[in-house]
């Protein structure tokens, strides 16, 4: 994958919204990795925690919405503990999160769901993906 860098990505709306609605400084992280070696639900994601950091350092937002990491993050916090420079890598997702749900695309559409998972998963669950998944 080759990702062209310029002046106006790494500087970008993006990356001052992200900043903004998370009040977090993104330049902070340095790429230790802590956070994906302590992340609880790495497993499951498709590029690490740290990985989605940097994409967000360098204002590349179309190849982020591709990934399913940030809406795997729990928020549970164990990066913001481990992380040396204080970074709160839970806010940053979900102001990624926030930024993407702004666009109004929806990701998930309630009458493609199979009947079975319907009868299976907890009312819940399901209200809860809406809101997460949903614009």
Do not use: H
Not at 46 to 58: E, N, T
């Amino acid at each position: 994958m080759i990702i062209k860098l310029t002046r106006e990505s790494v500087q970008s709306d993006f990356v001052k919204k992200v900043e903004e609605i998370s009040g977090q400084n993104l330049l902070a992280c340095y790429q230790c990795g802590k956070c994906s070696a302590g992340c609880p639900a790495v497993a499951e994601m498709d590029i690490l925690p740290s990985q989605i950091i940097r994409l967000v350092q360098l204002g590349l937002e179309d190849k982020i919405k591709n990934f399913k990491t940030m809406w795997l993050c729990a928020a549970c916090n164990t990066c913001a503990v481990r992380c040396p420079r204080g970074v709160d890598l839970a806010k940053i997702m979900e102001a990624v999160r926030q930024i993407v749900l702004r666009k109004n695309k929806n990701y998930v559409e309630p009458s493609q769901l199979p009947q079975e998972l319907l009868e299976e998963l907890p009312p819940i669950a399901i209200i809860s993906n809406f809101r997460k998944f949903t614009a």
